[in-house]
Nanobody, 127 residues
Framework: QEQLVESGGGLVQAGGSLRLSCAASGRTFSSSHMGWFRQAPGKEREFVAAISWSDSRTYYVDSVRGRFTISRDNAKNTVYLQMNSLKPEDTAVYYC????????????????????WGQGTQVTVSS
């Protein structure tokens, strides 16, 4: 059974850093684009970052570009999200997900293109 498990969330002061991990099991996702999404209280879940399977090219939503870094270690079947200079508006439940289609040529950002989801990890940034 395919499973994604996020970890690394917590409470941090504004300006601080956290590193989220997403460990996959049940299958390898080395041929899938991987993404991070987040859902703040009372808001829709939104795309945060993605990394391609082929050349590890990265994509970010404008609000986190320059502060967050997505990376992957295919040998460990794990994806990471390094979050620096955190702001209170980054407070949300963060989810990792895998593209529903393997070997896709382009990275996609719509949530419905991602078929495998973790349970989420809470990130709270205090001001």
């Amino acid at each position: 059974q395919e499973q994604l498990v996020e970890s690394g969330g917590g409470l941090v002061q504004a300006g601080g850093s956290l590193r989220l991990s997403c460990a996959a099991s049940g299958r390898t996702f080395s041929s899938s684009h991987m993404g991070w999404f987040r859902q703040a209280p009372g808001k829709e879940r939104e795309f945060v970052a993605a990394i391609s399977w082929s050349d590890s090219r990265t994509y970010y939503v404008d609000s986190v570009r320059g502060r967050f870094t997505i990376s992957r270690d295919n040998a460990k079947n794990t994806v990471y999200l390094q979050m620096n200079s955190l702001k209170p508006e980054d407070t949300a439940v963060y989810y990792c997900a895998a593209d529903r289609q393997s070997y896709r040529r382009v990275v996609v950002t719509p949530q419905n293109e991602y078929a495998y989801w973790g349970q989420g990890t809470q990130v709270t940034v205090s001001s």
